[in-house]
């Protein structure tokens, strides 16, 4: 049941009521639960039966450091009344900070009755906080500080790797566009174009002048100038490359009429054997194999050119012919339609 308390059982530094107001104001403070824990809530309830005129007012709480402290704005709602007063509830959610035994102490509420005034008295309300702790204060683990403030991370902070990322990536885009965009300057080669023979020639030229058979590298030597004659005949010959062996080499240019088959068959047996089979030669073979590498170049480019020439040769007579027989006939066409207008002018 609610502790009920009268006037007379509140103490207050007010101007005493009268035995009249005093009787007809009654209230009642219940706390539940009664027992909690540190800054566990607990509802503290008052409840004030007065006259029907009557005012009630309740004590303006806003201390939230005080050992018993608000959780909540107080809610208030009216009790059920009669002719002879009206209830009036106010219910206040709080939670304790200290262990032990611990009261509000909070100002009174204050009831006016006509010209008296009735406190209701709210320092005296209280309930027991058991601790958490064991009773041992060696296990008592103080929590860590927190931060007074929590810091304020600018925008620009949290996102510039993003920014940075989008920006490059822009950067990246614009100078693809502005390359293909950009139009294209054609630079003229400096180096001189070579023909295959001349290629040929400059190589046989560095050779002589690496001096492999004076060093004693014959083999290196008979390589090498086979290598460059293969190189100019995959040039100068369409059907034939550097990748075909020996043998398909000579069925490549077989029907060839410029190639010069017994000196061609000669090196590549040569080659062939110097390559797979080890053969040793001296000074005296490596110049001559070296010398008739070169020979074949020669007469395959000589031969070559005396076809160009020939070729080119016959092209400028069918021009000369083609141009003859159109002026041959040119003239025939005007000298007939003299022959028709002279007539025509006689008479």
């Not at 190639?259 to 047996?269: Q, S, T």
């Amino acid at each position: 049941a609610p502790l009920l308390l009268t006037a007379q059982q509140s103490a207050a530094p007010l101007p005493q009521p009268s035995a009249a107001a005093r009787a007809s104001v009654q209230a009642g403070i219940v706390v539940r639960p009664d027992t909690v824990t540190v800054g566990d809530p607990f509802a503290i309830v008052v409840r004030v039966r007065m006259p029907s005129q009557a005012q009630l007012i309740w004590p303006a709480l806003d201390d939230t450091t005080a050992t018993i402290a608000l959780r909540a704005p107080m809610t208030r709602r009216d009790g059920p009344s009669d002719v002879s007063g009206r209830e009036e509830f106010g219910e206040f959610e709080v939670a304790a900070w200290d262990t032990g035994q611990v009261v509000t102490g909070w100002p009174p509420a204050m009831v006016i009755v006509g010209s008296d005034t009735v406190p209701i008295v709210l320092a005296d309300v209280g309930v027991f906080v058991r601790s958490v702790l064991s009773a041992d204060t060696l296990e008592h683990i103080p929590k860590p500080a927190k931060p007074a403030f929590e810091r304020l991370v600018p925008w620009w902070e949290r996102w510039w790797p993003a920014l940075a990322l989008l920006a490059a990536v822009l950067g990246v885009l614009a100078y693809v566009y502005w390359r293909r965009r950009r139009p294209l300057v054609h630079v003229p080669s400096t180096i001189p174009h070579r023909s295959a023979y001349d290629h040929a020639m400059h190589a046989f030229d560095r050779l002589d002048r690496l001096a492999l058979t004076d060093a004693g590298e014959f083999g290196r030597a008979t390589t090498l100038a086979l290598d460059v004659l293969r190189g100019y005949m995959a040039a100068r010959i369409p059907v034939t490359s550097r990748a075909q062996t020996s043998a398909e080499l000579l069925a490549a240019v077989g029907d060839d009429a410029r190639v010069p088959l017994p000196a061609l068959i000669e090196l590549l047996v040569v080659s062939d054997a110097v390559k797979f089979a080890r053969r040793r030669l001296n000074a005296v073979e490596t110049r001559r194999i070296t010398a008739q590498a070169r020979a074949v170049v020669a007469g395959i480019e000589s031969v070559e050119f005396a076809r160009r020439a020939q070729a080119e040769q016959l092209a400028r007579e069918m021009a000369a012919q083609e141009a003859a027989a159109r002026g041959d006939g040119t003239g025939k066409s005007t000298v007939s339609d003299a022959s028709q207008r002279e007539p025509t002018g006689v008479a």
